[in-house]
């Protein structure tokens, strides 16, 4: 009996580091789930658009979307999601129109048609040669553009934020960090042990100096509600949160009154703030 029983301990072990070997070579997979069709662009939604095609630091060539909005206030520099590319944000890009916001959207490398291979450091150099083609090729002033992240994206719009300078920082659907995520998913193993990527939002916000606005829905699936108020409770002054319901990916389209709302509320106090420096500097 005691052989027996140390026979099939010795099985779960061997079954279990299985487990976690193949788990650990399958993370950039189910990080980064990029599509390479791109067979639909603002067009289809009647906006007119600026292809544009850029360079980050080490030379990879990207793309993206400039989507002008009349009279705009702020442009929006978007950093989308882990699966799919740009072209599933249309939805969102039509939302911030009819909100008078510009956009610029990119596709991270290996997405879309933009080149190279993803990986954790070069999102992050994407998102920086994003802003460096929107302030210096554009002209768009650093006090114009807010940047958002959603989901993955909220990480990298929050390292981006840290390292420059904005009007505002938005984050929706976003996790606290890489290793956090994992360990809500599989917690029965040592995911912080093994985490091939950091994406560590949390430490990210902290260093943000713009006003921030964290957007989450309590029924998130994916993310849990708890990680947006972590991030809420991180940023410093000021700062906004507005709860949704709905999914993951469509939380913001059935809340979406709320989520229009939330963003005007922002948007107005952003024009406020603005308003009220130009008159003390005056």
Partial sequence: MESLA??????????YMALAVTLYYMQPSFLYAPVRELPYTPAELGLDF?????????????????????NSDFTVLFCHTNAGNMMYQLDTINIFYNLGLSCFIFDYRGYGVSEGKPSEDGTYLDARAAYKWLTKKKGISQDKIIIFGRSLGGSIAAYLAGKTKARGLVLESAFTSYPDIGSKFYPYMPVRWFAAFDYPTIDFVRKVKCPVLVIHSRTDEMIPF?????????????????ELYGGHNDGFLISGETYKKGWLKWLKSLKDSGQNKQKISG
């Fill in 226 to 242: 708890e990680f947006g108020l972590k991030l809420y409770e991180a940023a410093g002054e000021p700062k906004e949160f507005v």
């Fill in 50 to 70: 600026e292809e544009v095609f850029f360079q980050s630091a080490d030379r990879v060539k990207l793309h993206g979307w400039f989507i002008p909005a009349p």
């Fill in 6 to 15: 140390l026979t099939i301990i010795g099985m779960i072990f061997v079954a």
